[in-house]
């Protein structure tokens, strides 16, 4: 039972540290994104860049 809860304790402390680290980075990748679509907005990269940065935001929400 012990190794059980020290797996669950485990998982958790990943879990909070995954998301401390991930969100941020995810915050600089949407603000480097943001920033990239003004400045390259003359290329048709940049809407498939940004797509796929709003799909990566839906995903971190839930």
């Known amino acids: 039972m012990e190794d059980f809860i020290m797996k669950e304790l485990c998982i958790v402390s990943y ?4 998301v ?3 969100l941020p980075i995810a915050f600089l990748l949407y603000v480097i994104g943001q920033l990239g679509s003004m400045c390259f907005s003359i290329s048709g990269k940049s809407k498939y860049i940004v797509y796929y940065y709003e799909k990566g935001l839906r995903f971190l929400k839930k």
């Open 15 to 18: 879990l909070t540290l995954g």
């Open 20 to 22: 401390l680290v991930v």
